[in-house]
């Protein structure tokens, strides 16, 4: 079965540091990978994903992704963060045949 | 296209009332998913349909839950009795197809039974 670990359920940083929200997965098969972003009150949005080809994946607001097979990872970063960054990040995996698992979630807090 | 429109917004009901949520997917749109988030076990898939079928709804936590979807454009969850752990918000979601395809959610309804 699918799974996602995300690593650190809260994550703080610096308005103009790096951000790095971590995530692990588990895939039997080819997975097809996922980070969706929650801001309070609302559903959860796409940021990007990955399902073939480029490794490196960029998504809107200036984050990306990189599928690293050997380390079963999907880290998100952005090299500067934003205060308007602030909200919760999910990662998920699905494949072609089974319905999509999300993680835990890691919410991300912005100091001025 | 509007999104995926979920009502009410929010619901506050007692004990042991029934409660019936609602969702619109996407026009177009083949698979209708419901999710339940909570702080202590946050997100997690309730059901999802294709083309109107249930496909799985090993996530249904009990009988007191039950989901429809009459036709492409409309889906409820009801949950009858209602009891006070099943306060949480509700996510319905929509995609073109499963895999590679987005998921799109809508705004939740946030549910507080007393």
């Known amino acids: 079965a699918q799974s996602v670990t995300q690593l650190g359920s809260h994550v703080s940083v610096s308005e103009g540091a790096l951000v790095l929200l971590r995530c692990n997965y588990s895939?039997?098969?080819?997975?097809?990978l996922f980070w969706y972003v929650q801001y309070p009150n609302q559903g959860l949005q796409l940021l990007l994903k990955?399902?073939?080809?480029?490794?490196l994946v960029k998504g809107i607001n200036g984050f990306e992704a990189e599928f690293k097979k050997s380390e079963t990872s999907f880290h998100l970063t952005k090299p500067s963060a934003h205060m308007s960054d602030a909200a919760e990040y999910f990662c998920?995996?699905?494949?072609?045949?089974?319905?999509?698992?999300f993680g835990a979630g890691t919410r991300l807090t912005v100091k001025p | 296209d509007a999104g995926v429109i979920q009502s009410p917004r929010h619901e506050v009901t007692e004990m042991g009332q029934e409660v019936t949520l609602r969702c619109k997917p996407i026009?177009?749109?083949?698979?209708l998913f419901w999710y339940r988030q909570t702080m202590m076990r946050g997100l997690e898939l309730l059901i999802y349909?294709?083309?109107?079928?249930?496909?799985?709804d090993s996530g249904m936590p009990e009988d007191r839950f039950s989901a429809k979807m009459p036709n492409a454009s409309f889906s409820t969850l009801k949950i009858q009795p209602s009891e006070p752990r099943d306060s949480a918000v509700y996510f319905c979601?929509?995609?073109?197809?499963?895999?590679?395809?987005?998921?799109?959610f809508g705004p939740g309804t946030r549910l507080t039974v007393l």
């Open positions: 998920a995996v699905s494949d072609l045949k089974n319905d999509m698992r």
């Open positions: 026009s177009g749109h083949d698979y």
């Open positions: 349909f294709n083309n109107n079928v249930p496909i799985d």
């Open positions: 979601a929509s995609s073109l197809g499963q895999g590679t395809d987005t998921q799109y």
């Open positions: 990955y399902t073939t080809g480029a490794t």
């Open positions: 895939s039997s098969v080819p997975p097809y």
